[in-house]
């Protein structure tokens, strides 16, 4: 018998709450779509009250439902780490009593995620997709990574090709559902949405067999752009694939992904696992007077597919104040004077001088390789190393 979420959504605390009732319907419509195989399912983008994972305990009591939460801290390296909190979801009177929970912080496209392979049974992964600014195919291939073979991934996001977009664009406006910056943070906006094939393709490049595929439409909107339905129709266009939403549904397959695997044709302009790094500092805190310098070691590991040429790579420490707002990104900057294979690591000391002015700083080592700019801000799979300075 199908679950209905109708009865459960007014025992769900906060349950009145605006965003809650806006997609309201998006979740009731998703609900459905969630494979009831395995017992432990990570929750991707979770966020207080907690309204989806709520239902999946509703839906299925017992299942061990662990957050990923969009904590602005856990949005950028310059600010917090990586953590976890104890969480309690509430007692659902009729469906299940309270749980224990976890909620990690992590960025989910710049930071390895802080599960062992094969960890996960499900990932549910709901409206995040269109905030990411790097690197979706980062995302997907972390949830292969974490879920065991054939565990399932749900992944919802706006469609930019619905009814309603294409009659905007034709209109002479941004097909996107919501393409306004916001005051929210860099992650508080549409960065880029997707068309149902472009989901389908970045989910199988990853390494998931396509299970379902398809569109909703689960808010408000004025009345259907009829004429638009007419002329896509003269095309052949598949109604089905023009709602404002797409669900898609995978199942990781038994292979394990390749140490790069290829992302789909035409999402990135370069290609993301040629040039990548782990950068170490052999200290963690430095202690100068101003005027003075010292001598910073520093090793580059090449964990790409694609050798570093000399002169045109270069090691970088970048000095940026306490509380990690950049100061001088190129406080050192040193060309490699030989080329770096892949799985070479290069032992560099890099003399660094005290900037002029006393007080505490950060020190992060980093790398420019051909075609790039800072490593960091390049690609997810670089890891640069951080020092605290203090000057006298």
Known sequence: MRFDPAPVFPLLPYADMPYVRTHER??????????TDGQ???????????????LLRARQPGVDVVLAENREESLGRLRGRPGSQPRTLPAIDGYCGEQPAQAHYFNCELERWPFADATFDGIVCLELLEHLLVDPF???????RVLRPGGWFVLTTPNIASLEGVARLLHGASPYLYGPYSGHGPYGRHSREYTPDEVKRLGEAAHFDTISLDTFSPYPSEPRPSWVEQVLHTVGDDPARRGQAICWVGRRREETLPQFPAPPEGLFDYDPSAFNFHAELTTDAL?????????VEVRYQ???????????????????????????LYHVDQPLDHPVQPGETLALRLSLPAPAQAGDYLVRADLILPGTWLGHTVNPRNTTAWARLRVE
Do not use: H, M
């Open 287 to 295: 202690r100068l007077k101003t005027g003075e310098a010292s001598t």
């Open 26 to 35: 998006r979740y009731a419509e998703t609900l459905p779509q969630v494979p």
């Open 40 to 54: 432990r399912i990570l929750e991707l983008g979770a966020n207080w009250p907690y309204t989806f994972a709520n």
């Open 138 to 144: 980062f995302l997907c291939c972390e949830a292969s």
């Open 302 to 328: 090449n964990v790409g597919s694609q050798p570093w040429p000399a002169q045109e790579s270069r090691a970088v420490l970048s000095l940026l104040d306490a509380y990690g707002s950049p100061l001088s």
